[in-house]
């Protein structure tokens, strides 16, 4: 089961009250290329991939496709996926088109249900009709259909209440379908089109507000994510992506690897392996022009792009004469841990599949967050058939198992040698990421932690609106 921690509670807490901003920005784009010869069922299984379907609504260790059972953790308790197979008495064998569309697009079920908000319906809204009839021909035609039951979901009262539902779509749904921008180009808007309706960038590096709406206002300005950070992705120079080339952001997008630039680990890692890696080249150069011309947003501790801090250590030969016991703490741990695959030099292997430590995002960002979490959970990523793998230090699985202290060292040394000199790092913020969810709950924390986180949070106040009028109501 996939799990937002405590500290999305504290995300919640950080932000203010832009929901209205947010409604009130409704800037609706719509762009398609539809290739006339491709089956639509074709169209409509790659368009499952690009929206991340599978992910969801399979169960994990080995759940048959599309079956459901996947348990996404709310504050109130798990909400489970449903079985979304063309199983006429499990899944959506009996769902017209229309059904289909709007439980996609308006979060309502075949028998008129609320869905919950863990479904994101708030994204897929903005799905084109056209797209919408492929997926329902890939879905009725291509998708097995398994006829088992998925989990029931069971929520506490008033919770199980589904037609709270109603008052929050009212507030935070923008129920309306993408159409192009005047003025942007064809790549532009469906860039856009594919980072919001589909894809999803936003859910992770737009910071929310207290009512988990998303900041119009600070739209891709980078948002905590529980133990990991989703960057500032505008066009800002220095905090964003403005000295990314559009080659260096295509093969990221494509492969999580730019060398002498950054990585992904964690969610992002996630959105690569299972999503973005399929899109075929034009999709990615769309995302990469919409991408590149979002309205800057500088943050003031940035005070140079985080992929240009740094630079190799010399103390190499240093190492050689040196009696360890010279070196501070961090280096000695450094020495033990790390420099195997990095280098003492931070230069990494020379085929890069060891990345160098400096020019690297990880680690001369101003907040260390990523250089945290990787060494608690490491990085697993499967691109094309090949892995790339760093153990995580967190838990001790056959590397050593680091304490909070050592960390904190080994981060502060590898940030003045190898990063952001500014940025020191203690052994408490080490415990706030390693606490921001325990090793194994976090290695799997993907883009669905913030839908559920959503959904709870919905409910919550769903619910509480319930009670108040039942209140108002007595005599
Ligand atoms: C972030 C996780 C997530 C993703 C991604 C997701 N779903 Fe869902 N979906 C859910 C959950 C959870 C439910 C059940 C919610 C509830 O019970 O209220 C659901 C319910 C549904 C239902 C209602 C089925 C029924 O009768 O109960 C349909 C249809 C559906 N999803 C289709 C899709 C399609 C198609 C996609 C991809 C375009 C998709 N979902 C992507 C989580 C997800
Ligand atoms: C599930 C959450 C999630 C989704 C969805 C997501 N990202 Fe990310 N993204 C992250 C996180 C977390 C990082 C930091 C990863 C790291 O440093 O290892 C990141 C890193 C990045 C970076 C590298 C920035 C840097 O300075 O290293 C780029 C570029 C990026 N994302 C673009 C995108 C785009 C474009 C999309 C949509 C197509 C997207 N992301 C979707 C969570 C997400
Ligand atoms: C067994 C080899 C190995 C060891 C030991 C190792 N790493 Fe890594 N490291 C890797 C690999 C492989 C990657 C991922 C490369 C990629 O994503 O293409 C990586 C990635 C990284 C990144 C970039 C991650 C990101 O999200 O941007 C940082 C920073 C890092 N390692 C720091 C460390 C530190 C600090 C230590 C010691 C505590 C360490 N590594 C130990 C192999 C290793």
Request: aromatic share 8%.
């Amino acid at each position: 089961m996939r799990r937002w921690s405590g500290k999305g509670l504290g995300l919640a807490g950080r932000v203010g009250l832009a929901a209205v901003a947010l409604l009130l920005s409704r800037a609706v784009v719509h762009a398609q290329s539809v290739d006339a010869n491709e089956p639509i069922a074709e169209r409509g299984r790659y368009l499952a991939v690009a929206a991340d379907c599978a992910a969801c609504h399979t169960a994990p260790g080995g759940g048959k496709p599309f079956a459901g059972g996947y348990g996404i953790a709310s504050p109130l308790g798990a909400i489970y996926s449903t079985n979304i197979t063309p199983s006429r008495d499990f899944g959506i064998g009996t769902y017209s088109e229309a059904q289909f569309g709007r439980a996609l697009r308006e979060g309502i079920r075949g028998d008129g249900a609320h869905l919950y908000p863990a479904m994101p319906y708030t994204s897929y809204t903005k799905l084109t009709d056209a797209d919408v009839h492929a997926l329902y021909v890939y879905f009725m035609t291509d998708v097995k259909p398994v006829e088992a039951p998925a989990r029931r979901t069971v929520l506490p009262f008033p919770y199980n209440i589904r037609a709270t539902m109603a008052v929050w779509n009212a507030l935070f749904l923008d129920d309306r379908r993408f159409e192009p921008e005047s003025g942007k180009s064809v790549a532009v808007n469906r860039g856009h089109y594919l980072a919001y309706a589909l894809a999803h960038c936003d859910t992770c590096h737009t910071p929310r507000n207290v009512m988990m709406a998303e900041m119009g206002g600070r739209a891709l300005g980078g948002a905590s994510l529980s133990s990991w950070y989703a960057p500032n992705i505008t066009s800002d120079p220095k905090s964003g992506l403005g000295g990314w080339s559009d080659d260096d952001l295509a093969r990221y997008l494509k492969t999580g690897d730019v060398p002498g630039k950054a990585q992904a680990g964690g969610p992002m890692a996630e959105a690569v392996e299972h999503s973005l890696q399929y899109l075929n080249d034009d999709d990615i150069r769309a995302i990469v022009a919409y991408i590149k011309q979002v309205p800057a947003i500088a943050d003031a501790a940035d005070k140079a792009p985080r992929d240009t801090y740094g630079k190799p250590s010399d103390r190499e030969a240093a190492y050689r004469g040196l009696d360890a016991r010279a070196l501070v703490r961090g280096e000695r741990l450094f020495t033990g841990e790390c420099a195997a695959c990095h280098r003492p030099t931070g230069t990494g292997s020379p085929d890069g599949y060891y990345p160098q430590l400096f020019h690297n995002t990880a680690v001369g960002a101003a907040r260390p967050d990523n250089l945290i979490s990787t060494i608690l959970m490491g990085v697993r990523r499967e691109v094309g058939g090949h892995t790339v793998y760093m153990p995580g230090f967190g838990s001790g699985s056959y590397v050593d198992s680091l304490s909070d202290q050592d960390i904190a060292d080994i981060s502060t040394y590898v940030e003045q040698q190898f990063g952001n000199p500014a940025v020191r790092v203690s052994a408490e913020e080490v415990t706030l990421i390693r606490t921001g969810g325990p090793k194994p709950l976090i290695a799997r924390l993907g883009a669905f932690a913030v839908p559920g986180m959503i959904a709870g949070v919905l409910m919550l106040a769903g619910a509480a609106l319930l009670v108040l009028r039942r209140v108002g109501k007595k005599p």
